[in-house]
């Protein structure tokens, strides 16, 4: 079945700098990949999404990117602010298996003021 | 607002308890999931099912089972539970008229539960 792994899985950046969150697949016939954030205490709600037939997708602060080839896919934000202090997961859902979605093992993100 | 509600938020049993865990949701979506968080590990689902007579195993069913015993209530038990099965409990939901690939899921508040 899907497996997903996710790096790293905590994340110190200064205020302002820029988070790289990466995560690879093993499943050729994934091609969907969602990324969901999960503040302290709270559910986790989907930030942004890319589909296997978009290599980009951005959305304000927030980019993802994604290479077929290598099974890898990268959550990106920019200037980042305090209130991206969250956990991370990234997620991935094979073609013929609906709304299954496999997720990663999240990354802690602390943004410093 | 349309939500996903999760009975009880938190509880504590002991070892051998049976334990269920109930979600109702009001968004009228036909896709309902049980997810498990443990830090580390990330959210790993433990069943799902897509409409009212369906129901799939995921990636770690072994001591769980579930009742969809509607549309909207989708309910998840620990026949005999024990301390591993500690965790933060997620119900989530997604709308099939998104598409067959996948759609956003909508999760509940979660419930924590602790096995002594």
């Known amino acids: 079945g899907e497996n997903v792994e996710q790096h790293p899985s905590t994340l110190s950046v200064q205020e302002g700098d820029s988070a790289v969150i990466k995560c690879t697949y093993s499943?050729?016939?994934?091609?969907?990949f969602p990324w969901y954030k999960q503040e302290l205490g709270k559910r986790p709600q989907l930030i942004i999404d890319?589909?296997?037939?978009?290599g980009e997708k951005k959305d304000q602060r927030i980019a993802v990117t994604l290479n077929k080839t290598a099974k890898h896919f990268s959550l990106h934000i920019t200037e980042t602010q305090p209130e991206d202090s969250a956990v991370y997961f990234c997620?991935?859902?094979?073609?013929?298996?609906?709304?299954?979605?496999?997720f990663g093992q999240g990354t802690e993100l602390s943004v410093k003021p | 607002d349309a939500d996903v509600t999760q009975t009880p938020r938190n509880r504590i049993t002991k070892t051998g308890k049976r334990i269920m865990l109930e979600c109702s949701q009001t968004?009228?979506?036909?896709?309902m999931y049980w997810y498990r968080q443990d830090p580390g590990l990330g959210l790993r689902l433990i069943y799902y099912?897509?409409?009212?007579?369906?129901?799939n195993k995921g990636e770690i069913s072994d001591g769980y089972s579930v009742s969809r015993q509607a549309q909207a209530k989708f309910s998840l038990s620990l026949e005999s539970a024990i301390p591993n099965q500690t965790a933060l409990y997620f119900c989530?939901?997604?709308?099939?008229?998104?598409?067959?690939?996948?759609?956003?899921?909508?999760f509940g508040e979660g419930s924590r539960l602790t096995v002594l």
């Open positions: 968004k009228g979506h036909d896709r």
């Open positions: 997620a991935a859902v094979r073609r013929n298996q609906g709304g299954k979605l496999i």
């Open positions: 499943d050729s016939a994934s091609n969907y």
């Open positions: 989530a939901t997604s709308d099939l008229s998104t598409g067959v690939l996948a759609g956003e899921l909508f």
């Open positions: 890319i589909r296997s037939n978009v």
């Open positions: 099912s897509f409409d009212v007579k369906d129901i």
